[in-house]
C-alpha cells in the first residue's frame, strides 16, 4: 500500500477514535441498534404510505389517535352497533325461535312436513332476484325437476372415494372436459393440455387459481413474497385467496369504460408479481375487460394470467355463436393460464358447482395436496374440500347433458334479448343511465338526479332483490331466466319508485339508502370493514 495512503488511513483512525472517546461504551453500543430500529419502523412507514396512499394512511394514524381519546372508542362502538342492529332488521328476534339442541324425539318423515313450513316462509324470489336463481319455471317441474332427481340419485356418492362411485368421477370430467371444449381447449391455440376439476362455486375456484399460480411461481421464478395485481371490479374472492394465502394484493381503479386499465395494471408489476386478473364480465357492470391486451401483458413479463367467467362462462360462448360482439376472453388467447366459470350460474346446474380449469398439467399440479407422513395412511386431494358431495357433480353433468348446445343457445337467445330490452327501458327514463356498456347479461344503472339507494329501497318494497354497488353508487340487476316473462313489469316498478324518489325525496322508514350511501362517502374504510364483520358475526 501506498505510504501516502497508509498515512491518510492512520489519521483517519486517530481522529475516528479521538472523537469517540468522549462518549460512553455504552451509547456508542446502543446507537447502532436504535439506529437500525428508527430505520426499520420508517421502512415500514414508508411501505404502509406506499401501499395505502398519503390520504388513507394519515386517516388511519387520525382514526387511530382519536380512539385513544377516553370516551370515543366506546361511542363509535356504539354508534356501529346501531348501525348493525338496523342492517340485521329484526334478524335477532326471529333466531331466538331457532332450534339449538337436537329433538329428544325424532321426527322421522314427520320432518319433511316441517321443512315445507319452514320454506313457505321463504319470500316470493321468483322473477324478482338479480341472479340469485338461474333456471326458469318453478320447482316442481320441467329443468328444476330433473336436476333434483340427479341429486337425490347420486346424494351418497363422494368422488373422494373415486375406486368405489366410478360413476360420479366419469360425471366430473366430462363436466370439465365439456366445459373446456366451450373455452377454446379444442383450438390449436390452447397447447391441447387444458385440464382442471369441479369445485363447491366461483369462490374456491378462484382461490385455488390463485394458490396454483402463487406456488407455480415460486418454483418456476423462486418468489418467496408473491403480489397479484386486479381492477377493482374484480370479484371479492381476490381478496379472500390474498388473506388466505398471504399474498399482496393491489387493486387497480378502472378506465373510463369501467374496463381493467392495462397501463395502470402494467405499472404494478414488479419481480414479486405472480398475477394478473380480468374479468368476462365483471361482476359489477356486465363489462368484458380487455383480455387480449392482458394477455400479452402476462406473457410480456412471463406471469400467470386469470379469467374470471364466474358469470360468462355458460353465455359468452353462446353469444358468440348467436353474433352477438364478443371480444375473445378464452384459452384462445395467449397468455391466460387459468380460468373459473360457474355452472351453477347460466349452466343452470344445482347450486354449489364451478369448474377451475389450467392451460397445462404443470400449473394444475400445484393446486393438488398430497400428504406421506399421515398415520392414516397417503392422502392426496385436488380441491380445498377432501369429501365432495357427488349429488351436485351429478347434477351439473345432468343439466349439461339434458340441455345440449342447443339447450343453452336458446336460453342465450332469451337472456340477451332481454337484457337489450331493459338497457333500452333504462335508458328511457330520463332521471336514470345505464353504468358503461353492458356485454351481457348485467345491467348497472346510477343517476345524477335521485338517491340511486333510495330507489333501490322502493324497489325492495315492491319486493325486488337487488345489488347495490359503489364506485359509483348504483345498483344493478343480473338477467336471468326468470325474468324473461316480467321484464316490463321490472321497468313499470323502476319508473313508479324514480318517479316517487323524485317527489318525496329522502330515506323511507326502515330502508338501507342511509346506510348505504354513508358507507360510500365515509372515508375510513377500515370502519366499514369492522362493521360488515360485526353484521356477519350476528347473523351465523
Same mark, same amino acid.
Given at each position: 500500500m501506498d505510504s501516502s495512503v497508509k498515512s491518510f488511513l492512520l489519521d483517519v483512525r486517530a481522529?475516528?477514535?479521538?472523537?469517540?472517546?468522549?462518549?460512553?461504551?455504552?451509547?456508542?453500543?446502543? &446507537?447502532?441498534?436504535?439506529? =437500525?430500529?428508527?430505520?426499520?419502523?420508517?421502512?415500514?412507514?414508508?411501505q404502509? =404510505?406506499?401501499?395505502?396512499?398519503?390520504?388513507? *394512511?394519515?386517516?388511519?394514524? $387520525? @382514526?387511530?389517535?382519536?380512539?385513544?381519546?377516553?370516551?370515543?372508542?366506546?361511542?363509535?362502538?356504539?354508534?356501529?352497533?346501531?348501525?348493525?342492529?338496523? =342492517?340485521?332488521?329484526?334478524? /335477532?328476534?326471529?333466531?331466538? +325461535?331457532?332450534? *339449538?339442541? =337436537?329433538?329428544? !324425539?325424532?321426527?322421522?318423515?314427520? %320432518?319433511?312436513?316441517?321443512m /315445507?313450513?319452514?320454506?313457505?316462509?321463504?319470500?316470493?324470489?321468483?322473477?324478482?332476484? +338479480?341472479g340469485a336463481v338461474y333456471i326458469g319455471g318453478n320447482e316442481c317441474e320441467g329443468h328444476f325437476s330433473l336436476i333434483n332427481?340427479?341429486?337425490? @340419485? $347420486?346424494? #351418497? *356418492?363422494?368422488?373422494? #372415494?373415486?375406486?368405489?362411485?366410478?360413476?360420479? %368421477?366419469?360425471?366430473? &370430467?366430462?363436466?370439465? &372436459? @365439456?366445459? &373446456?371444449?366451450?373455452?377454446?381447449?379444442?383450438?390449436?391455440?390452447?397447447?391441447?393440455?387444458i385440464c382442471g376439476n369441479m369445485t363447491s362455486g366461483g369462490t374456491e375456484s378462484i382461490l385455488l387459481a390463485v394458490k396454483s399460480?402463487?406456488?407455480? @411461481?415460486? !418454483?418456476?421464478?423462486?418468489?418467496?413474497?408473491?403480489?397479484m395485481i386486479i381492477p377493482e371490479s374484480a370479484h371479492s374472492a381476490y381478496d379472500k385467496a390474498a388473506q388466505y394465502f398471504n399474498i399482496k394484493l393491489w387493486r387497480v381503479p378502472v378506465n373510463k369504460e369501467f374496463q381493467a386499465d392495462v397501463k395502470a395494471i402494467r405499472r404494478y408489476i414488479n419481480r414479486n408479481t405472480i398475477l394478473i386478473v380480468g374479468s368476462a364480465p365483471g361482476f359489477p357492470h356486465g363489462i368484458i375487460d380487455p383480455i387480449e391486451e392482458l394477455g400479452q401483458l402476462a406473457s410480456s413479463f412471463d406471469i400467470c394470467l386469470h379469467v374470471d367467467l364466474c358469470l360468462g362462462g355458460f353465455v359468452l360462448p353462446f353469444a358468440n355463436k348467436l353474433g352477438y360482439p364478443i371480444p375473445l376472453f378464452d384459452f384462445s388467447v395467449k397468455g391466460v393460464t387459468s380460468i373459473s366459470a360457474d355452472v351453477h350460474k347460466y349452466g343452470l346446474a344445482p347450486k354449489g358447482t364451478s369448474v377451475v380449469l389450467y392451460r397445462n398439467h404443470d400449473l394444475?399440479? #400445484?393446486?393438488?395436496?398430497?400428504? *406421506?407422513?399421515? +398415520?392414516?395412511?397417503?392422502?392426496?386431494?385436488p380441491t380445498i374440500a377432501g369429501s365432495r358431495p357427488g349429488g351436485l357433480i351429478a347434477g351439473a353433468w345432468a343439466s349439461m347433458m339434458s340441455l345440449g348446445e342447443e339447450g343453452y343457445l336458446e336460453n342465450t337467445k332469451k337472456i340477451m334479448e332481454v337484457s337489450k330490452r331493459l338497457q333500452k327501458g333504462i335508458e328511457e327514463i330520463p332521471e336514470l343511465f345505464v353504468i358503461g356498456r353492458p356485454d351481457m347479461t348485467v345491467v348497472a344503472l346510477g343517476s345524477n338526479v335521485v338517491d340511486i339507494f333510495e330507489v333501490n329501497d322502493i324497489m325492495s318494497s315492491k319486493g325486488w332483490h337487488l345489488n347495490a354497488l359503489q364506485r359509483p353508487n348504483s345498483i344493478h340487476i343480473c338477467v336471468t331466466l326468470q325474468h324473461v316473462p316480467i321484464i316490463d313489469d321490472f321497468l313499470r316498478d323502476l319508473t313508479e319508485s324514480v318517479k316517487t324518489v323524485k317527489e318525496n325525496p329522502g330515506p323511507i322508514s326502515g330502508g338501507l339508502a342511509p346506510i348505504y350511501g354513508a358507507a360510500g362517502r365515509m372515508p375510513d374504510r377500515g370502519t366499514v370493514q369492522e362493521l360488515l364483520v360485526n353484521y356477519m358475526d350476528g347473523t351465523c
Open positions: 481522529s475516528a477514535n479521538s472523537f469517540l472517546s468522549e462518549y460512553e461504551p455504552l451509547v456508542l453500543v446502543s &446507537a447502532p441498534l436504535i439506529a =437500525l430500529f428508527v430505520a426499520s419502523v420508517l421502512q415500514s412507514a414508508l404502509v =404510505l406506499h401501499e395505502n396512499g398519503l390520504k388513507a *394512511t394519515l386517516l388511519g394514524f $387520525f @382514526m387511530s389517535f382519536v380512539k385513544l381519546v377516553p370516551g370515543v372508542k366506546s361511542y363509535i362502538d356504539a354508534e356501529k352497533q346501531k348501525v348493525v342492529d338496523k =342492517l340485521q332488521s329484526g334478524g /335477532k328476534s326471529v333466531r331466538e +325461535s331457532w332450534r *339449538t339442541e =337436537l329433538p329428544s !324425539t325424532g321426527l322421522g318423515v314427520g %320432518v319433511i312436513e316441517q /315445507k313450513d319452514e320454506k313457505r316462509k321463504d319470500v316470493a324470489w321468483q322473477g324478482k332476484c +338479480s332427481e340427479a341429486c337425490s @340419485m $347420486f346424494a #351418497h *356418492t363422494n368422488p373422494l #372415494h373415486m375406486d368405489v362411485f366410478q360413476s360420479v %368421477v366419469r360425471f366430473e &370430467a366430462e363436466v370439465v &372436459a @365439456m366445459t &373446456a371444449a366451450m373455452l377454446g381447449s379444442k383450438m390449436k391455440s390452447s397447447g391441447g393440455q399460480s402463487r406456488d407455480y @411461481m415460486k !418454483t418456476t421464478k423462486g418468489i418467496k413474497k408473491p403480489e394444475r399440479k #400445484h393446486q393438488f395436496v398430497a400428504v *406421506t407422513e399421515w +398415520s392414516g395412511g397417503l392422502y392426496v386431494s
